[in-house]
Nanobody, 119 residues
Framework: QVQLVESGGGLVQTGGSLRLSCAAS????????MAWYRQAPGKRRELVAHISSSGSIDYMTYATAVKGRFTISRDNFKNTADLQMNSLKPEDTAVYYC??????????WGQGTQVTVSS
């Protein structure tokens, strides 16, 4: 079992920045990849950024809407995954969820953290 706890959400003006952090605990040695998703009111949950590691190399992918503005990073020693969000827009407003996938294919989710960008 893996437990995920997000932090760092809040209210920010357009153009501002926020940094989300996800702390993993439990069977963290099984984690193969981590990701951030978001879900806006009335919309489906969507992938924002994904990071996986092979040895010392990290592989990151981003949704088109956030590419160039958001950066995902992972600290395998601290078992954390952060999402640095810059140049925020009102359409970035959503609940952001941390996700972890294990080597066995199991998926775990955090409770979510609200990000609100005012215009």
């Amino acid at each position: 079992q893996v437990q995920l706890v997000e932090s760092g959400g809040g209210l920010v003006q357009t153009g501002g920045s926020l940094r989300l952090s996800c702390a993993a605990s439990g069977s963290t040695f099984n984690i193969r990849s981590m990701a951030w998703y978001r879900q806006a009111p009335g919309k489906r949950r969507e992938l924002v950024a994904h990071i996986s590691s092979s040895g010392s190399i990290d592989y990151m992918t981003y949704a088109t809407a956030v590419k160039g503005r958001f950066t995902i990073s992972r600290d395998n020693f601290k078992n954390t995954a952060d999402l640095q969000m810059n140049s925020l827009k009102p359409e970035d407003t959503a609940v952001y969820y941390c996700n972890a996938e294990t080597d066995q294919g199991a998926e775990y989710w955090g409770q979510g953290t609200q990000v609100t960008v005012s215009s």
